[in-house]
């Protein structure tokens, strides 16, 4: 059977490369025996990949049991798949048959099988070795012939990595690797979905058919669709109940999607959490800061000793700077204005030949570096600048203001 007639038959819609990858894969791996990983995000399709694996096998006649690993309880879930002998735990009245031998002959699914624990790994991976297996509460061996599908949504080797699965059980149902594309892979399978779905729920509602607009189109084209197919089916539905517009526009499709999905687009900086720039953004503040504050104080430097140190001149041409410095440097009160530059005097004892022994004799105050104290000092500042008022002082830091109160404490400001 060919790809198209595998899609007619099972109701698979798409012409995206890798979706026609994983149904060759499919159809090739069905008529074996060989057990099946099928990989892929919430939502994609990966039980319709399970039952084409099933109904084109030898099994086809024999019994589906589809069993979510992360819905049953980790207490129940040796007895919902292996079975229980009577009195075997405290509720056990009867005797129970587990999933495994009612599916005897047939193929059963384990959907999100990175889920089970560990105890229970152990059995499973019995039963794949030599088909044997022991009800819960007794001792007899039991005998199934089972093929096993397993499914999961998250990456089982980094689980393996963590040794919250076990290696060789990943390896014996690994034999065929099988990845679901997500939705936003298949982009240009995005329309035709919808357009099949909306035609279905036209259909069952009774209800005129919808017709997109391009802008509408391309909103659902480049909307990165978390929930795949699942939740465009979703949407198709809501769209075909609620809209009394049957033309809709792309205002339309963003009243049916999530904003806190996101999209692909780039992302700017103010679109990220504040949470996200803590230290490393004060850090940078600082140092970026004082960078500019050595090359004004180069300048003025400069100015000064290219006029002979004349402050009337170096005021007039550099106010930037010297209004810089009024801000930085806390004068006492009432002297606010009393920051001068000292001329040197006609009557003046020093010459200027003695000036580069009075420069090089200046005791130099070395300033910290320690960015610990720059981080403190911005921080003082800004609660200073605001009076106080945390939130405020976060926004002129940029950062949140729960980031700035645990700077506090932490510093013990």
Not at 247 to 253: D, G, L
Not at 320 to 329: E, F, K, S, T
Request: proline fraction near 4%; include cysteine; aromatic fraction near 8%.
């Amino acid at each position: 059977m060919d790809t198209q007639n595998i899609k007619q038959r099972f109701g698979i819609i798409g012409n995206s490369p890798l979706l026609n990858r994983a149904i060759d894969i499919a159809s090739q791996v069905a008529p074996t025996d060989m057990s099946v990983l099928i990989t892929g995000e919430s939502g994609s399709g990966k039980e319709v990949f399970s039952q084409i694996i099933h109904q084109m096998s030898v099994r086809k006649h024999g019994a589906f049991i589809a069993v979510n690993c992360g819905a049953i309880p980790e207490g129940t879930i040796d007895s919902e798949l292996f079975g229980h002998e009577k009195g075997s735990f405290t509720g056990a009245h009867e005797a129970r048959k587990g999933y495994f031998e009612v599916a005897n002959g047939g193929t059963i699914f384990l959907d999100e099988v990175a889920e089970l624990p560990l105890g229970t790994q152990a059995r499973l991976l019995r039963i794949l070795e030599s088909g044997e297996y022991l009800r819960v509460g007794s001792s007899k061996v039991q005998k199934t012939d089972v093929r096993i599908i397993a499914a999961t949504n998250v990456d089982v080797y980094n689980r393996v990595k963590n040794g919250k699965f076990r290696e060789d059980l990943y390896y014996r149902l690994n034999t065929v690797p099988l990845r679901i594309p997500a939705l936003h892979e298949r982009k240009e399978d995005i329309y035709l979905l919808f357009r099949k779905f909306a035609a279905d729920f036209s259909d069952k509602y009774r209800s005129p058919a919808l017709h997109l607009e391009p802008d509408a189109i391309q909103i659902l084209t480049n909307y990165s669709w978390p929930g795949n197919v699942r939740q465009l089916k979703n949407i198709a539905e809501q769209i075909c109940v609620l809209e009394k517009d049957r033309n809709v526009t792309a205002q339309a499709i963003l009243n049916y999607i999530p904003n806190e999905a996101g999209s692909n687009l780039p992302m700017t900086i103010n679109s990220q959490s504040k949470e996200d720039f803590t230290e490393r953004d004060i850090l940078y503040k600082v140092l970026f800061d004082m960078k500019k504050d050595m090359v004004e104080l180069k300048k003025l430097v400069a100015e000064i000793i290219q006029h002979g140190g004349n402050t009337a001149t170096v005021l007039a041409d550099n106010p930037q700077y010297i209004n810089q410095l009024y801000r930085d440097v806390e004068l006492p009160a009432g002297q606010e204005h009393a920051f001068t530059i000292q001329q040197p005097t006609p009557n003046s004892n020093i010459s200027n030949n003695n000036s580069d022994y009075f420069a090089h004799e200046a005791e130099e105050v070395e300033e910290s570096l320690s960015l610990v104290d720059k981080e403190s000092d911005l921080i003082k500042k800004a609660l200073k600048k605001h009076k106080g008022k945390r939130k405020f002082a976060a926004q002129e830091l940029g950062i949140s203001e729960r980031t700035l109160y645990r700077k506090i404490k932490e510093l013990n400001l």
